[in-house]
């Protein structure tokens, strides 16, 4: 589905990617680990274009996704959904609104782009709050209705880019419920995230990254059962409290 | 409480403060204009655009609101007198309006930008990711959180322009200060109207401001 290859990224002095060669499978949910500053983040934005990286390519279910050919390029990227750390859900609309804005710029008439958003958002159990404004909501209301916001855009692939780590402690888990329910109806995922149990329950892959490259690269349980590198040995370590 | 104050001289003043406020609202609209279509070359990624809002932006911010005045009401007839040869008889108010408005569009470029700038990067990457548009996007998301952020710094540079028409005087168009001026020369009594042509500025003033609250507190409903 989503194959990164030789991907390189610089910010001025550091090196955030070096060489990422990465393959997502069709239905396949791959979170993305490792210590801040790995990298992990810019390669999730870089697969959407939200970065522009120096070297390497994206290719999306066989075609390369390639910035210079405009049109294209945009109906590749609106094949796949972004959630943010931050949510980014658009301050000045409704709940309603917010999943309606994409759906009736490309064209959906409204009444059709209504019923789909309230399908979503009802999935996400906040089809009552159609009418807020997303400053009354919860950091963890406010997320699932970001995550309905992107998949009211039907996308065949969603990037999360630590979408629980602006949540207080209590919330983090209707989010990841959710998340987690996107991926059992099928959903290709690409998950950023410092939650473990997530990771190792609901992920097929786990990616480790530090110092932007991929250290080591496995199935959930046996990353999380017997890493291979010293590494991540020493990552999980510290991260997993037991 | 001296003579002065006849009902055709307060009559009088009044009608200069109504010139004072005609001149802001001139300017804040005009200079409104020049500022929407600036703010807009100096974030568009033309080079020459970019160029041309920065060194009007700098030609008006750096140089003081009298000499551009006085540069447009004595200068700029030289001017056209020596590259066409025919007088040119400038209107003090109409001159003295596209000053005003030339100056202010100078600051609102820069308050325009700002306020488009100002809006949180997260709202332009939502719309990327989403496939949003440039105009919808601009439209629907970017302009209306920008104009809640402009709104209060607009309040207050029509409140400048309010008081710097005052400069108009200079070029002998009648507002609320002349008028002042011309009571003060006729009595020889230069406070009684110095103080009422006060009273009245604070008047136009703190009504825009509360007028200003108003409608930030109507704006603020999504907050």
Same mark, same amino acid.
Do not use: H, R
């Given at each position: 589905m989503i194959e990164v290859k030789h991907l390189s990224k610089r910010f001025s002095e550091l090196q955030a990617l070096d060489d990422?060669?990465?393959t997502v499978h069709d239905q396949e949910i791959v979170c993305l680990i490792g210590p801040s500053g790995s990298g992990k983040s810019t390669l999730c934005r870089c697969i959407h274009g939200l970065e522009t990286p120096e070297k390497g390519e994206?290719?999306?279910?066989?075609?390369?996704m390639n910035p210079a050919d405009k049109v294209r390029y945009a109906a590749q990227r609106r094949r796949i959904g972004f959630v943010f750390q931050h949510f980014n859900l658009f301050h000045n609309k409704t709940v309603l609104q917010n999943c309606m804005l994409a759906q009736t710029a490309a064209g959906t008439a409204s009444s059709k782009a209504e019923q789909i958003s309230m399908e979503y958002l009802t999935r996400v159990g906040l089809a009552e709050k159609r009418d807020e404004y997303p400053s009354k909501l919860s950091g963890g209301q406010q997320q699932r209705v970001a995550i309905a916001r992107a998949l009211c855009m039907s996308p065949e692939v969603m990037l999360f880019d630590e979408p629980t780590s602006a949540l207080d402690p209590e919330m983090i888990k209707e989010v990841l419920d959710v998340m987690k329910d996107v991926g059992r109806q099928g959903m290709t995922m690409v998950v950023v995230t410092h939650e473990m149990g997530f990771a190792c329950k609901v992920a097929n892959r786990i990616v480790f990254l530090d110092g932007g490259k991929i250290v080591e690269e496995s199935a959930s349980e046996e990353f999380f059962e017997h890493p291979k590198t010293d590494r991540a040995r020493d990552f999980l370590s510290k991260v997993l409290y037991d | 409480m001296s003579e002065i104050f006849t009902t055709a001289n307060i009559l009088f003043m009044i009608r200069g403060a109504g010139y004072s406020l005609l001149l802001a609202l001139c300017a804040i609209l005009l200079g409104g204009i020049l500022g929407v279509a600036c703010s807009a070359a100096k974030l568009s990624h033309s080079r020459i655009l970019n160029a041309i809002?920065? /060194?009007?932006?700098e030609l008006f911010r750096g140089t003081p609101m009298l000499l551009q005045i006085l540069f447009f009401f004595l200068g700029i007839p030289v001017l056209y007198q020596r590259l066409t040869g025919t007088r040119m008889n400038a209107d003090p108010y109409i001159v003295g309006a596209l000053a005003l408005s030339f100056n202010s569009g100078a600051y609102q470029t820069e308050l325009i930008r700002a306020g488009i700038q100002g809006v949180d990067r997260g709202q332009w990457e939502a719309c990327e990711t989403l496939g949003i548009g440039y105009g919808t996007m601009m439209k629907e998301v970017i302009l209306p959180q920008a104009f809640k952020r402009i709104v209060p710094p607009l309040v207050?540079?029509?409140?400048t322009l309010i008081k710097d #028409? #005052?400069? /108009? #005087?200079?070029i002998g168009a009648l507002e609320l200060l002349y008028a002042a001026q011309v009571l003060g020369k006729k009595y020889y009594d230069y406070l009684d109207p110095l103080i009422l042509a006060g009273i009245m500025y604070l008047f136009m003033t703190v009504i825009t401001s509360w007028l200003s609250r108003k409608v930030e507190r109507r704006l603020s409903a999504s907050d």
């Open positions: 990422i060669n990465l994206i290719w999306l279910d066989g075609e390369q | 809002a920065t /060194i009007y932006v207050s540079e029509f409140i #028409s #005052s400069l /108009i #005087s200079n």
